[in-house]
């Protein structure tokens, strides 16, 4: 079918750190009353140094995207802007955090009470974690999501 969705791209100030992408998000989060849907893109694991020089540990991108699963279900948001302190191999997972804010903006934006859901995208090239989060699914649809992973 043929959308027509306005897009706004907003991209991340350079020196945006975890806390402040977090406030971004809680700024954000007004527009949500207007229908405005907020997205954050990123990649829940990106480490691109170990995916050029083909280096492969299958297991510490799936601990980290775990983690993040955990911290996420559990609204622990005090553990997800402390990650790299808290979560298991983050400097790893993460060398720098352009790719990890998206995830705070986009959890800045919800509504207090909104369960999270997990969209399972798999680990790619075995240090690319595609997962990703979606906040407040009316029941049936979180349903549908669930089945689908």
Not at 69 to 75: I, K, M, P, Q, R
Not at 81 to 87: G, N, V
Request: hydrophobic share 45%.
């Amino acid at each position: 079918p043929e959308a027509k969705l306005p897009v706004i791209q907003v991209s991340l100030p350079f020196d945006l750190d975890a806390a402040a992408a977090l406030r971004l998000g809680t700024a954000l989060a007004s527009l949500r009353e207007q229908g405005v849907l907020v997205i954050g893109s990123g990649s829940l694991t990106h480490n691109l140094y170990e995916f050029r020089r083909d280096v492969r540990d299958p297991g510490y991108a799936e601990r980290f995207a775990a983690w993040v699963n955990d911290a996420v279900l559990a609204g622990d948001v005090a553990s997800l802007l402390d990650y790299r302190r808290c979560a298991p191999q983050a400097e790893r997972a993460h060398p720098t955090e352009e790719h990890y804010l998206p995830l705070l903006v986009a959890l800045g934006a919800t509504h207090t009470g909104e369960i999270p859901s997990r969209i399972r995208g798999g680990i790619v090239d075995g240090v690319l974690s595609m997962d990703s989060f979606v906040w407040g699914l009316a029941e049936p649809a979180r349903l549908q999501l669930e089945k689908a992973a």
